[in-house]
């Protein structure tokens, strides 16, 4: 069993930032990617920013040059730093692990709201 505990979210401001981290635990086989998704009310899961085992990444383009996407492979620990926020950024922020072998998982969710 693999647990992922996200931390992080919370209220901003437009043009604040704020920083998610997710944290893999158990039953870990390797890990190919890592990543960050969200999912706004009324609206479907979309992938925020990806990394792979290789430190390769990848944004959504209403992100790119706002948001990093970074990890600590010896802790299982991927994070999101979100600068110069918008009101569209949100949502609920979910982490996602992929394996070489073995399923997917998700954390739980954290909130991020960016409002005056």
């Known amino acids: 069993q693999v647990q992922l505990v996200e931390s992080g979210g919370g209220l901003a401001q437009p043009g604040g930032s704020l920083r998610l981290s997710c944290a893999a635990s158990?039953?870990?086989?390797?890990?190919?990617?890592m990543a960050w998704y969200r999912q706004a009310p009324g609206k479907e899961r979309e992938l925020v920013a990806s990394i792979s085992s290789g430190s390769a990444t990848d944004y959504l383009d209403s992100v790119k040059g706002r948001f990093t996407i970074s990890r600590n492979s010896a802790e299982n620990t991927v994070y999101l730093q979100m600068n110069s926020l918008k009101p569209e950024d949100t949502a609920v922020y979910y982490c996602n692990i992929k394996q070489l072998i073995g399923p997917n998982y998700w954390g739980q969710g954290t909130q991020v709201t960016v409002s005056w």
């Open positions: 158990g039953s870990i086989s390797h890990i190919i990617a």
